[in-house]
């Protein structure tokens, strides 16, 4: 196991910004409105009000940003010449250099929501509230919940970890067990690396279609209009033109319907014509959805 020593206090440094490497692969991604707002923040405050880290790579001579980078470069677009970084100026293994990289995204902490409500409450000015880059419409929720009430111990929650891995073999077997070993999760979805973009896409065009700047409720608005068309996956199964299907195997019944759930009158309706056609016999007890063959005769 590589050493894990202590480093020493980083040195505050003032520079150009201009003079700094960012990262070529940075895990932390901004969507564009956010990083917008962080370069007007920038550009009404005349400074950063964050630090970036910064390692002084002495064997190439390059100043690498290790977090901040998208602080440093909302500072170049608004058009900062001098801002100050904390600055590492011993030699950092690799492995220590992904460490801290990845540190600074993950270790971040939680927003108790009641004080979240009571301290956004306290800005009078719309362009201050405007600044905090705080989403009124997850704000707005809060006040339809007893946030008193609620605590990290009582809340029932799950978490999904999505894991976008190359084409290669070796590779997707790396990254996937290195995931494995570094963080914890109820399930795991695997997607290719090049679905990655198409993702962060979807997820910016919710949000800029309905003005949200959550990404939990991004991801809902997805799988609402997924709900909407769910028929649509039948064409995994079934030929339109010819009305025969395509593949062999079962399917699922919300791709028939094109919707989960039917109103409780016709449900009745339709269970009481299989019990109907289970207890004459036309239709096995124990393949009640052959009724569907029986009804579809009938209208022929």
């Known amino acids: 196991m590589e050493d894990l020593n202590r480093l020493a206090p980083p040195q505050m440094v003032q520079g150009d910004p201009r ?16 990083f917008r707002r962080l370069v007007a923040n920038i550009e009404r405050d005349g400074c950063l009000t964050s630090t970036p880290l910064v390692w002084n790579d002495a064997e190439s001579g390059r100043l690498v940003v290790m977090s901040g980078n998208h602080r440093t470069l909302a500072a170049i677009e608004a058009g900062l010449t001098e801002i100050w970084w904390m600055q590492i100026d011993e030699p ?30 306290e800005l009078e000015s719309v362009e201050w509230r405007q600044y905090t880059g705080l989403d009124d419409k997850v704000l707005d929720l809060l006040e339809k919940v007893d946030v008193a009430s609620l605590g ?21 077997e790396a990254a996937f067990d290195a995931a494995r070993a570094t963080a914890t999760a109820d399930q ?9 973009e198409p993702v962060l896409d979807a997820l910016e065009t919710s949000r800029a279609a309905y003005k949200i700047g959550n990404s939990a409720t991004a991801l809902g608005v997805i799988l609402t209009v997924f709900e909407r068309h ?14 025969e299907p395509t593949r062999k195997g079962t399917a699922p019944l919300e791709t028939v319907f094109g919707a989960r759930v039917v109103p ?37």
């Open 19 to 34: 003079t700094l490497t960012l990262l070529d692969v940075n895990a932390r991604f901004l969507p564009h409105e956010q």
């Open 92 to 121: 950092l293994p690799r492995q220590r250099q992904i460490a801290l990289q990845l540190s600074h995204n993950a270790i971040a902490g939680q927003d108790d929501p009641a004080i979240l409500k009571e301290l956004y409450d």
């Open 152 to 172: 990290e111990a009582n809340l029932d929650f799950a978490s999904v970890q999505f894991m976008f891995l190359p084409d290669e073999l070796e590779r997707a």
């Open 188 to 196: 795991r979805w695997v997607a290719g690396l090049e679905q990655y």
């Open 230 to 243: 769910v028929g649509d996956l039948a064409e995994g199964w079934f030929d339109e033109t010819s009305g």
């Open 264 to 300: 409780v009158e016709t449900a009745a309706v339709v269970r009481a014509a299989i019990d109907r056609l289970v207890k004459d016999g036309a239709v096995p007890a124990d393949e009640p959805w052959r009724a569907l063959d029986v009804l579809v005769a009938q209208q022929d």
